[in-house]
T-cell receptor, first 109, second 120 residues
Framework: DAKTTQPTSMDCAEGRAANLPCNHSTISGNEYVYWYRQIHSQGPQYIIHGLKNNETNEMASLIITEDRKSSTLILPHATLRDTAVYYC??????????FGTGTSLTVIP | GAVVSQHPSWVICKSGTSVKIECRSLDFQATTMFWYRQFPKQSLMLMATSNEGSKATYEQGVEKDKFLINHASLTLSTLTVTSAHPEDSSFYICSVTGQGPMIIAKNIQYFGAGTRLSVL
């Protein structure tokens, strides 16, 4: 079962930062937060993951609250190609992924 | 990054026939392979997990005899949909965890592009 709650959909203006929230209030100490996205009719693409600390890579930033009960994925300058469904997944490193319903992000020109 | 190849990308078959889908890790060795199914406008549903040389572990509700998984090598897993029926029409996606210089972290799953199965 998915252990996360995400808004069903969001819009973001092109060029602006997209902030995608995820609630994972029952997260345990050894569970990581992973973010993937799925562009229509393609396989999911890994974006970023973290355990406690905030993380940044070339695609995005991940902000995890101090109590670890929620996180935010930040796409700093959204482009039209960032339109996709974004999945937040919480799991122990060695376990399977169980996908929730995700957030459908639409970047508007 | 790590590349996972899935073949075919699209297949149409007649009801009652069997369809085989291949999943390969191209530039790294696979530790574990996963198979998912996705119906239109729904999320991915994990079907099974497989490790090289051992039997796949199926999720509850997934028929083992219907969806045959063979993980014969460190880079190849196959999913065979046996006696396919229209209700098996779906998007099938594999993913892989592995090791090698292209891998960011050992428990990150790298996904194939998916196979769209249409059963007539």
């Amino acid at each position: 079962d998915a252990k996360t709650t995400q808004p069903t959909s969001m819009d973001c203006a092109e060029g602006r930062a997209a902030n995608l929230p995820c609630n994972h209030s029952t997260i345990s100490g050894n569970e990581y937060v992973y973010w993937y996205r799925q562009i229509h009719s393609q396989g999911p693409q890994y974006i970023i993951h973290g355990l406690k600390n905030n993380e940044t890579n070339e695609m995005a930033s991940l902000i995890i609250t101090e109590d670890r009960k929620s996180s935010t994925l930040i796409l700093p300058h959204a482009t039209l190609r960032d339109t996709a469904v974004y999945y937040c997944i919480v799991r122990v490193a060695s376990e399977q992924f169980y996908f929730g319903t995700g957030t459908s992000l639409t970047v508007i020109p | 990054g790590a590349v996972v190849s899935q073949h075919p990308s699209w297949v149409i078959c007649k009801s009652g026939t069997s369809v085989k889908i291949e999943c390969r890790s191209l530039d790294f060795q696979a530790t574990t392979m996963f198979w998912y199914r996705q119906f239109p406008k729904q999320s991915l549903m994990l079907m099974a997990t497989s490790n090289e040389g051992s039997k796949a572990t199926y999720e509850q509700g997934v028929e083992k005899d219907k969806f045959l998984i063979n993980h014969a090598s460190l880079t190849l897993s196959t999913l065979t949909v046996t006696s396919a029926h229209p209700e098996d029409s779906s998007f099938y996606i594999c993913s892989v965890t592995g090791q090698g210089p292209m891998i960011i972290a050992k428990n990150i799953q790298y996904f194939g592009a998916g196979t769209r199965l249409s059963v007539l």
